[in-house]
């Protein structure tokens, strides 16, 4: 049974910053495609950051150079560390891996197999 597990969301101030974590089971995350996505309230989900099986990382235009996806592969946890954050950021925030990692730098969600439960992410201004 595939578990991925979210920690780390929070409300924090505009400029801040914040680490997503997710701690995955039943799936190893080593070489394999996992991201990050979000949803805010009456949007649509959307990529925001995916790693492939080699380590290349693709972002949003609406992310690049303030988010960061890793990954460790000892503790089969995936991050997304977010900095100069953004009141246009609040959201919930997704962890899900792409099982069909041809897909993996789309960022599209459809192409997404296993989904988190999501954690919370609050920018004031």
């Known amino acids: 049974q595939v578990q991925l597990v979210e920690s780390g969301g929070g409300s924090v101030q505009g400029g801040g910053s914040l680490r997503l974590s997710c701690a995955a089971s039943?799936?190893?995350?080593?070489?394999?495609?996992m991201g990050w996505f979000r949803q805010a309230p009456g949007k649509e989900r959307e990529g925001i950051a995916t790693?492939?099986?080699?380590?290349?990382?693709t972002y949003a235009d609406s992310v690049k150079g303030r988010f960061t996806i890793s990954r460790d592969n000892a503790k089969n946890t995936l991050f997304l560390q977010m900095n100069t954050l953004k009141p246009e950021d609040t959201a919930m925030y997704y962890c899900?891996?792409?099982?069909?990692?041809?897909?993996?730098?789309?960022?599209?969600?459809?192409?997404?197999?296993?989904w988190g439960q999501g954690t919370q992410v609050t920018v004031s201004s």
């Open positions: 790693i492939n099986v080699n380590d290349l990382t």
């Open positions: 899900a891996a792409v099982v069909n990692g041809a897909y993996c730098r789309t960022l599209n969600p459809n192409f997404v197999g296993y």
């Open positions: 039943g799936y190893s995350i080593s070489r394999r495609c």
